[in-house]
C-alpha cells in the first residue's frame, strides 16, 4: 500500500473539493494556462474550468496511481505530467499555480514556492497578472494526527513507524514571507471545516487515506490490523458519533500572492 489509493481518496471528494473552490474564488483575473501541482485524479480540473472555461490545465502528480486515473477519467480535459513537483518546469509561464492539499507531503516546499514565485515574476505577465494559489492543511495538532503520533510512538509499531508520522506544513505567516514581496498583492487566511461524515470510523476512513498512509504503509501486513483497530477506537471517543453523523473539524491554510 505504497502508492495512493485514488478510490479511497475520492471517498470524499466532496468535502475535499470545498477548499479548493474557496481558494478559487480568490484568484483575481482570467488566466489562460494553469499549472496543478500535485493535482492528485484529476477530479479538481472541474472546478477550475467551471471557472474559466477556456484554461489549459497541466496537472502535475508524482503518483503513477493517481495521474493514470487522471488520465483515464479527465485525460481530455487537461494534461496530466507524471513528475516531482520539485522538479517540474513549465514549457512557458503559466498565468496561475495552484496546489491543493499537496505541499504538505513536500519538505522544503517554501523553496519550492519561492521558485515559482521568481519564475512568475519574470517575462510579460497578462493585464491580471499572474498567481500562485496554495491550501495547505493546517489540522497538525487535531486529534486525528495527534492520536496517530502517539499510537505510532508505542510498541510494537515505533520500529516500523519512526518518522512516518511527520506532515510538513508551515504556519500562514511564513507562507507570506516567501510570497508577499513588493509588487505582489497577497491574501492569507484559515478557514475551519466542520464536515459532517456518514458512516462507520468516517474519521479512520477520512484519514486512512491521505494523513496516515505512510504510518499504516510502513507497517507489517500481520500487525496492520491490530494497530488500525486501536485507532479506530481512540477516533471514535475522539470524534464521538451523533444523530445526524461525526463531526470532523478541519483547519486550512490558504494563501493567494498575485504578481500586480
Ligand atoms: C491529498 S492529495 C491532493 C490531490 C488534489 N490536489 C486534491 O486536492 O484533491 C496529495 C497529492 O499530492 C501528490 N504529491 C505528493 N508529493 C508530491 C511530489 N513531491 N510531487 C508531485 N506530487 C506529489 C500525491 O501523489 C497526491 O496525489
Known amino acids: 500500500m505504497s502508492d495512493w489509493d485514488p478510490t479511497r481518496y475520492l471517498r470524499f471528494a466532496d468535502e475535499r473539493s470545498r477548499p479548493f473552490v474557496d481558494l478559487l474564488a480568490r484568484v483575481p483575473g482570467t488566466p489562460r494556462t494553469v499549472v496543478d501541482l500535485g493535482a492528485g485524479p484529476g477530479h479538481l480540473v472541474a472546478a477550475i474550468h467551471a471557472r474559466?472555461?477556456?484554461?489549459?490545465?497541466?496537472?502535475?502528480?508524482?503518483?503513477p496511481a493517481m495521474v493514470e486515473r487522471?488520465?483515464?477519467?479527465?485525460?481530455?480535459?487537461a494534461r496530466f505530467v507524471l513528475a516531482d513537483l520539485r522538479d517540474f518546469v513549465p514549457d512557458d509561464v503559466p498565468d496561475l499555480v495552484v496546489s491543493n492539499a499537496a505541499l504538505q507531503w513536500v519538505p522544503g516546499h517554501l523553496d519550492v514556492l519561492a521558485r515559482w514565485r521568481d519564475l512568475l515574476a519574470?517575462?510579460?505577465?497578462?493585464?491580471?497578472?499572474?498567481?500562485?494559489?496554495?491550501?495547505?492543511?493546517?489540522?497538525?495538532?487535531?486529534?486525528?494526527?495527534?492520536?496517530l503520533r502517539e499510537l505510532a510512538a508505542t510498541e510494537p509499531y515505533a520500529r516500523w513507524t519512526a518518522g512516518t508520522a511527520r506532515v510538513h506544513v508551515h504556519r500562514a505567516a511564513e507562507y507570506l514571507d516567501v510570497l508577499a514581496r513588493p509588487g505582489w498583492t497577497a491574501d492569507a487566511w484559515e478557514t475551519t471545516y466542520l464536515?459532517?461524515?456518514?458512516?462507520?470510523?468516517?474519521?479512520f476512513r477520512w484519514i486512512s487515506s491521505t494523513g496516515a498512509r505512510p504510518v499504516l504503509a510502513a507497517l507489517p501486513d500481520d500487525v496492520r490490523p491490530a494497530f488500525?483497530?486501536?485507532?479506530?477506537a481512540r477516533l471514535r471517543a475522539a470524534y464521538p458519533e451523533r444523530s445526524y453523523g461525526t463531526v470532523l473539524p478541519f483547519r486550512r491554510t490558504f494563501v493567494v500572492a498575485t504578481r500586480d
Not at 195 to 203: A, K, R, T
Not at 228 to 232: N, R, T, V
Open 122 to 147: 519574470g517575462g510579460e505577465a497578462p493585464s491580471s497578472g499572474r498567481t500562485l494559489a496554495v491550501q495547505v492543511p493546517a489540522n497538525q495538532d487535531a486529534p486525528s494526527h495527534v492520536l
Open 52 to 63: 474559466w472555461p477556456d484554461a489549459v490545465v497541466t496537472g502535475v502528480d508524482a503518483s
Open 195 to 203: 464536515h459532517v461524515l456518514d458512516g462507520p470510523d468516517p474519521v
Open 70 to 77: 487522471a488520465l483515464v477519467e479527465h485525460g481530455d480535459e
Open 228 to 232: 488500525e483497530e486501536e485507532y479506530k
